[in-house]
């Protein structure tokens, strides 16, 4: 089946510790994106991209790093720096960055030891 | 960020009962989106329209691109137990990579 991977579902972090969350897609998207969400809240961007090789800031960037080797992957790194990590992440992929509806994968709970 | 004012924020519906739930902004949006959230799980895409004024349905579901391309309406018809979830809007812009901005979410809850 085409889609958006996630993994792991669950993923707890130690104090100091950087991890790293994995987002796959078959969906041949060139954009690809990654949300935090929060109990209560709305999304909110930590970084996309439009194409291999390249990425971009979104509104929450500070202490997130990410990668975009392949077109398929689009895996997120939590760093030390993040000092509120717990919550949600959601990956999401469309088409192209304009006029296209972005399709979510089914998310990682991230929560702190 | 954009600002997208989702209301109301949850309702208690009983079986039946058909639902309305609106998303307006200060900025007009080329497209709005209507998403499902169940716990635990990703939003999947119910609705898109790209029309002002488009009218577009999907079974039970029926959403509205508004005249002004500031808002939209989400109605749930004859709501059932599995439409238990978090709605989301969210209103993408024609231009500019980071251009999607989503609602605070309606939660909906139905009573058997």
């Known amino acids: 089946d085409g889609g958006i991977t996630q993994s792991p579902k669950y993923l707890f972090r130690k104090e100091g510790q950087n991890v790293t969350l994995s987002c796959e897609q078959n969906l041949n998207h060139d954009a690809m994106y990654w949300y935090r969400q929060d109990p209560g809240q709305g999304l909110r961007l930590i970084y996309y991209?439009?194409?291999?090789?390249?990425?971009q800031k979104g509104d929450i960037a500070e202490g997130y790093s990410v990668s975009r080797e392949k077109k398929e992957s689009f895996p997120l790194t939590v760093t030390s720096a993040q000092k509120n990590p717990t919550a949600f992440y959601l990956c999401?992929?469309?088409?192209?960055?304009?006029?296209?509806?972005?399709?979510f994968g089914d998310g990682t709970r991230l929560s702190i030891l | 960020g954009q600002q997208l004012n989702q209301s109301p924020q949850s309702m208690f519906i009983q079986e039946g009962e058909d639902v309305s739930m609106n998303c307006t902004s200060s900025?007009?949006?080329?497209?709005w989106l209507w998403y499902k959230q169940d716990p635990g799980e990703g939003p999947v895409l119910l609705i898109a329209?790209?029309?002002?004024?488009e009218l577009t349905s999907n079974g039970r579901l029926t959403a509205q691109f508004g005249i002004t391309r500031k808002d939209s309406f989400l109605n749930i018809s004859a709501s059932i137990p599995s439409d238990v979830g978090i709605y989301f809007c969210a209103g993408q812009l024609q231009t500019g990579a980071n251009n999607l901005f989503f609602g605070t979410g309606t939660r909906l809850t139905v009573i058997p």
């Open positions: 900025s007009i949006f080329n497209t």
């Open positions: 329209l790209y029309k002002a004024g």
């Open positions: 999401a992929s469309s088409l192209s960055v304009v006029h296209q509806p972005q399709h």
């Open positions: 991209s439009q194409i291999v090789n390249d990425f």
